[in-house]
């Protein structure tokens, strides 16, 4: 029977109530695909800084290193943000994890469910029109970790810096996880840039150029930033995989995450070379409604599910979980978020909707 | 009786069409007001390359360097998509522009007027929720024009860089426009940055909060840019002034415009510390409409009128255009892309709207 072992970072907010209910549907996916997901928990974010004295402990990251992937929830809140910059959850974890495990394949899927297109803030017709985007991010360079970095000068002349920088290695293998997604998908990579003021922009364009040759199959085209934004409000259906660097792939996929209206239902994986991963649910750690197990618990189950995908290739298993959230999202076992106001009555507890998707696995 | 001299560079596309009708309206206005605007016209953009060789010709730039204020039309198009980055259209005329009379303050409106709220790709809900923007963009310094920019190194390890960067002085100026606008709008000051990343966005914070202090009256608050994209979509009308650096600028005033449904309406001025500036529409080219009289010169004309307040300090002459502009809309004189499918053969030819506008001053 294959084994795996699991880092389970809850983290704060709703992190810890959502986690529950991915346990529960990995506990049914062990029975039901018999395979063992041995799952440790590790303190992390702002819990972590309250019960250890940092974010991102030693024991956290050493279990990290010794687990098959990284479950994670949600990290931060207003508590921990006024400490320094350096040492909040957000950075001190997060970018942290990212950077130690070379996690540079951020994969944020966003698409608009059949039947809760009213929660879009776009028009009907358009949140109508079919929207399915996978926004590949590229998590471990670029402006965000780029050197130099700093302060200079004095007085009004004072100057603040940073530096984006992106080797060819670094766009190829980016680029590549775009084109492979979307030999999966619908065949088509939006290259996003702004090649008409950046050199860096320049360099991104030539290698995706290069490493669409190995992808006959797959069609390329190109989009400003500043397009790209118009293009996602206007039109999102034309998209299917959007490559983009780490500061436009931020952008890119928050606005694609928006334009759902149900930024509960949005997982995301975030991987390395050889496969291991930190799979965590798009939106944040809602720390107004945490504790009171009304959170949307499904953007951490399809997160879970992401993670058996790519960090353990048991894709019967992710495909099952999949398939019963939508099945959970038909029947209309809803938290109060996707119900219209005047039907929030109705609406199902956290782990009512981790019980139905268990029930449809 | 008060002279101006304004350089007219209708550029590309359907620049020409449309300035024909600014001009139709500053005759009028120098009539209504008793003023001259003296007006030369320079070629600029695709057209200069292919009459004069350059995109800016000297005799454009020094006719620019002796007017009051210049009223761009727009440029580009797939003519001359093909030439050297550093030649073409947008690169060497709009940001050697920009740079050369260092045209650092950038406002660019976006509102969703009554009655065309259905154009928006947003929500009949938000939509109608009262959405009037102002974005003030930083349009000299950043990422943009940072240095170093180049390549280096050699193989896979190749790498591209670009340096984002902001003195004191260049925040604090362009804070300092926003803050202004503000308190001319509606109070309220919000401040687009990636503080939790960028170095230069703690320093754009901190001056910020520093020019706040002298505007007691104005509310200032902070998102980060992925953030704003998001609450654009949302609750656009949350916001009144958002100040941004270069990019996040280029990217929140696109996705503002896109966001009105309704970018032949936008206009743009873009200033320096002497009140010089270069006034024109948000939107581009359109090179697949020019020629056909269809145009919509509505941003064009709104474009002239801030030229008058911010350039020539005519508040009542630039206050009368903007009410014919209203009262044309309302009074259902349209070009066809603001109106529904099936009664574009209703629609005003660009020449109409000219007209009506003229009628209403
Ligand atoms: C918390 C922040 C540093 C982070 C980022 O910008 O990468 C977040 O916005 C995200 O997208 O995961
Ligand atoms: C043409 C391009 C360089 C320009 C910019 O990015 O500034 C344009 O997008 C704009 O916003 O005026």
């Keep these: 029977m294959s084994q795996y072992s699991i880092a389970v970072l809850a983290g704060d907010g709703i992190g810890p109530e959502v986690m529950q209910e991915a346990n529960k549907v990995l506990d049914a996916v062990e029975k039901k695909f018999n395979v063992t997901l041995n799952r440790t928990a590790y303190p992390v974010g702002g819990y972590a800084i309250d019960t250890e004295g940092e974010a991102l402990p030693s024991k956290t990251l050493l279990g990290c290193e010794q687990a098959d992937a990284i479950l994670f929830g949600s990290i931060g809140g207003p508590k921990w943000d006024t400490l320094p910059l350096e040492q909040r ?49 590229e998590l471990t360079s670029g402006i965000y970790f780029g050197q130099p970095k700093g302060r200079e000068g004095e007085g009004e002349e004072e100057f603040a810096y940073d530096t984006m920088r992106y080797s060819k290695r670094e766009i190829r293998r980016i680029a590549i996880a775009a084109f492979e997604a979307a030999q999966k998908r619908r065949g088509k990579v939006t290259s996003v840039d702004k090649a008409n003021v950046l050199v860096t922009s320049r360099l991104w364009r030539e290698i995706a150029e ?40 931020d952008i890119v996929s928050d606005e694609c995450a928006m334009m759902t209206g149900s930024m509960g239902l949005l997982p995301s994986a975030s991987m390395n070379e050889e496969g291991f991963g930190l799979y965590e649910p798009a939106g944040g750690s809602a720390p107004d409604i945490a504790g009171q197990g009304i959170a949307n618990p499904i953007a951490q189950i399809l997160s879970a599910a992401m993670m058996l995908r790519f960090s353990m290739n048991l894709n019967d298993a992710a495909d099952a979980i999949e398939k019963a959230v939508v099945a959970t999202l038909e029947a209309g076992v809803l938290t109060g978020e996707l119900l219209p106001a005047d039907k929030r009555s109705q609406a199902a507890s956290t782990s009512q909707v981790g019980d139905e998707i268990v029930k449809q696995l």
Tied chains: 1, 2.
């Design 210 to 249: 290069e490493v669409a040759k190995d992808y006959p199959d797959v069609e390329l085209d190109h989009i400003y930033i500043d397009n790209a934004t118009m293009q996602i409000m206007k039109n999102p259906a034309q998209f299917d995989v959007m490559l983009c660097s780490n500061l436009f792939g």
């Design 89 to 137: 959850p957000e950075r001190a974890a997060l970018l942290t994890l990212r950077s130690h495990f070379d996690l540079f394949s951020n994969l944020r899927p966003a698409r608009i469910y059949p039947g809760l297109e009213s929660l879009s803030p776009l028009r009907e017709d358009i949140a109508k029109s079919g929207v399915d985007v996978l926004v590949v991010r």
